[in-house]
């Protein structure tokens, strides 16, 4: 074996070899991490810790950069000793893995654990752990066992976190050793990509999007138009496979023979002539089933895998920020009404009270996506039991504003095939743009709220964040109210 990878890098080949040769030779291409990969790493790294507390009493092995050859020696040392090891370094068989939890057994085996945030288990946590149980066969150890202690879907957070009840042990002994035989030949394989100067000429395919969107797309992507057969909308594999066989990479040059659904060929017309397409009647009955007077809503939302109040589960989006644009009639002006949580403690409590004190009995609440307001609004009525009928009677009166766009009843050519409100907003309020905002995303307020639930911001940036905060979620109110003025609009001029 020419190359030692780790237990990721081998999931990277695994999924796309070119993935893990630009890894490993172009790593500048790499986008920068953003809010959303911070958020993920340390949530990640929390629930790594949590996981130790099921093998209580263990010794974690330090690692940092450079310090590979220290934690080996340590490990070596750990398991003379025959104790339990949090973060176990080994190198061998041409792999290098860092395992989060090994415990010994009897006959001198060991019980090899892998902690996840995931909440089931999936072919890449057998992978995973194939790959560390080579690496342990390799240098000699005996695995006995190997298991996935992943996060409990059912947990409901009560103080303090018990790991015991936080984490679900799965036993994937079986197909993790069957896969653990074949990883050599696999390896061998991803050995002979890396030893080439040139390359790979993988070509674009589901592997780009699944299990995990490739951090390269967008270098491999790069010569495919706005548009392509690859992000036309809801295209499956096969047919994007048979289009690329002849030769068809544009979304435009799809005959008119290939069979396409209607809301399909609605965006291959507008890439072809660059001009917006509608479905006229569909725009005017989305509208028909508003009632005034309208209240445009947006959630702001903060999850964790490990709750982060008393009462709430893993990966609950916790809205901690609303906003509201209410109209009391087609075209009249807006008002506004905002609420931003403090971060001292759980803000469901007075997010409810908010809503329950400027939302009227009657008109439809709009919302971009709405299902996702549904959900919280139907969350929050489950968890806060005197506010339950009013919260679940909100979430009767939503309804959705990227309906008209999700079922291309509006498509423009600049949307490129997507409906997200990061693409219709530039086109029909460019005006209104997130850029220039100090926070300009989910991911980013998200990030911005933990910081001041934590306290590590001081006053002065708090109230900074406080100001950005707001500043975000009312433009996604604002752009709503935009949006449904643009759909009065066309609905008319389409008659």
Known sequence: MGRLISRSQYLMGLQCPKRLWLYKNRR??????????RVQLASGAAVEALGRGLYPGGRLIQVGAGAFRRAMADTARGLKKGAVLYGATVSAGGMFARCDILSPAPGGAWDLVDVTSALTAREEHVQGLAAQACALSAAGLKVRSALLARVNRDYVRATPVSPRDFFVTEDLTAPVMEAARLLPSALQGLDAELSSPEEPRTPIGERCLAPHECPFRAYCWKGLPPLSVFNLPRLSWEKRGALRLMGITAAADIPDTFELEPWQRRCVEAARTGRPVMDAAAIRAFLAGLSYPLYHIDFETVMSAIPLYDGTRPYQQVPFQVSLHVQASPGAVPSHFEHLASPAGDPRPGVADFLLSHIGPDGSLVAYNSPFEEARLMETARDLGGRASALAGFAARLRDLAAPFRDRAY???????????????????????????????????????????????????????AAGLKEYCGRDTLAMVRILEELYRVSKEER
């Open 28 to 37: 500048a291409l790499l986008p920068p991490q953003d809010e959303a990969a």
């Open 411 to 465: 498509v423009h050519p600049a949307f490129n095939g997507s409906y997200s409100l990061k693409k219709v907003l530039p086109v029909i309020a460019p005006e209104l743009s997130y850029d220039g905002l100090s926070i300009s995303g989910g991911a980013q307020a998200q990030f911005t709220f933990l910081a001041m639930a934590e306290g590590r911001l001081s006053p002065a940036e708090a109230g900074r964040a």
